[in-house]
């Protein structure tokens, strides 16, 4: 039975979208196409009538969830972004969680398209952090570099957290405490 273009593109999106929340869990090299087609309801053949390549789909499916991610936080101030990044719940949802914290480090090692996927996701969650405001040159670069703190230093406590063992204390220690530095820093 022929499939429709409508029909392709949708099977398209769905493996993309199940992609991104297996990448997440179990990391790039932890999910292979025999796998992630079966979980995605596919067989491993029709890999390649959607991507050229495993690359492909790691740039694909890193987009879609840092899109998701930026849908999300979207209007929130940053005081409520972090309470909600920085919580226990989050550093346990590693399948639906921030992209960039559970990929970075994957990505580092892969290939240019994937990477520049990364640059690319990050440049917009600075955006949706900042938001655009009526700045000058200089205000504006000021600002840009404390977001890209606040990101880097969130970012490293989810890794640091989920590095620890799930009951360690060590792991909400250390969400609460760079919550709680991010949070001083905010202050004038």
Known sequence: MK????????NRAHIVETASTLFRERGYDGVGIADLMAAAGFTQGGFYKHFRSKADLMAESS????????AL???ASIEAFLQVYLSREHRDN???GCTLAALC??????????RAMFAAGIEAQLKVLHGAK???AEQAEQVRAKSLSIMA???GAIVMSRACPDDSPLADEILAACYR???KSLKP
């Open 105 to 114: 480090a994957d990505a580092a090692r892969k290939e240019d398209e994937v």
């Open 134 to 136: 009526d700045l000058t």
């Open 63 to 70: 987009a879609c969830g840092m899109a998701q991610s930026a």
């Open 153 to 155: 230093q969130a970012m």
């Open 181 to 183: 530095s991010i949070l």
């Open 3 to 10: 499939v429709t273009k409508q029909q392709a593109q949708a």
């Open 94 to 96: 590693r399948a639906g």
């Open 73 to 75: 936080t979207a209007g």
